[in-house]
C-alpha cells in the first residue's frame, strides 16, 4: 500500500484562487516533501517540512505538517495559469533510505 | 551549469531488444535513482545507487538492470525481459539518501 496519499486526485480552479491539496502518510516520518510536475517534465522539488516542524512558506506555497493526523497540506494562494502541473508528496519512512512517493494531485488553473 | 542531464529524450524498442537510458549529473550527489512513471500514476523505484559501485533494487527492478562505475553516471538498460516497457522513466539525484531529490527532464520509452 502506498505511505504517501494525495487528495483530491485531480482539482480545477480559477486563476487567482487558492488551490489546497493534501497528503496523508501511514507510519512516522523524519521528513515530508512536495515536488512539482509540468507535464511531460521532470519533478522539481517544492519544500521539505521536518517531523519537528508544524508550518513552512515558501513565497506563495504555505505547507502544514500534523504529525499526530500524519497529514500534511500544500497550499498555494493566489494561482496563476503557471501553477498547472501535477504534485507529490514525498516521505521517507522506510528504513532503506528510499522516499516514498504518492500518486500525485493534478490541478489545473483555468484563466 | 550544475544539474542532471538524461538522454535520449525518447527512445523506441523494437520487441527482444534491449536498450540503454543515459544519466547524468555534475552535482557531485552520492545517490541516483531510476522511477518509471506510467500515465496518470506516481513514481515507482526500478534501482537506486548510494554510493559508487554499489546499487539495490527497488520495488519493480525485474526486467531492468543498472551499473554504478562512475559517481555521475548510473544508466538503466531495459531488458527484452521487461515485457511492458512504454513508460516515462525518470533519473534523480541527492547528496544524501532521503534527503531532496534533483530530477532529470526524463526519457520517454515507446515499443514499435
Known amino acids: 500500500s502506498q505511505q504517501g496519499e494525495e487528495d483530491p486526485q485531480a482539482l480545477s480552479i480559477q486563476e487567482g484562487e487558492n488551490a489546497t491539496m493534501n497528503c496523508s502518510y501511514k507510519t512516522s516520518i523524519n521528513n515530508l516533501q512536495w515536488y512539482r510536475q509540468n507535464s511531460g517534465r521532470g519533478l522539481v522539488h517544492l519544500i521539505l517540512?521536518?517531523?519537528n516542524e508544524r508550518e513552512k512558506h515558501s513565497g506563495r506555497l504555505r505547507v502544514t505538517l500534523d504529525t499526530s493526523k500524519k497529514s500534511s497540506s500544500l497550499l498555494i494562494t493566489a494561482s496563476r495559469a503557471a501553477d498547472t502541473a501535477s504534485y507529490f508528496c514525498a516521505t521517507d519512512a522506510r528504513s532503506n533510505y528510499q522516499l516514498i512517493w504518492g500518486a500525485g494531485t493534478k490541478l489545473i488553473i483555468k484563466p | 551549469d550544475g544539474g542532471i542531464t538524461q538522454s535520449p529524450k525518447y527512445l523506441f524498442r523494437k520487441e527482444g531488444q534491449n536498450v540503454t537510458l543515459s544519466c547524468e549529473q555534475n552535482l557531485n550527489h552520492d545517490a541516483m535513482y531510476w522511477y518509471r512513471q506510467d500515465p496518470g500514476q506516481g513514481l515507482r523505484l526500478i534501482y537506486y545507487s548510494q554510493i559508487v559501485n554499489d546499487f539495490q533494487k527497488g520495488d519493480i527492478a525485474e526486467g531492468y538492470s543498472v551499473s554504478r562505475e562512475k559517481k555521475e553516471s548510473f544508466p538503466l538498460t531495459v531488458t527484452s525481459a521487461q515485457k511492458n516497457p512504454t513508460a516515462f522513466y525518470l533519473c534523480?539525484?541527492?547528496?544524501?539518501?532521503?534527503?531532496?531529490?534533483?530530477f532529470g527532464p526524463g526519457t520517454r520509452l515507446l515499443v514499435l
Open positions: 517540512i521536518r517531523s
Open positions: 534523480a539525484s541527492s547528496l544524501g539518501s532521503q534527503e531532496t531529490q534533483y
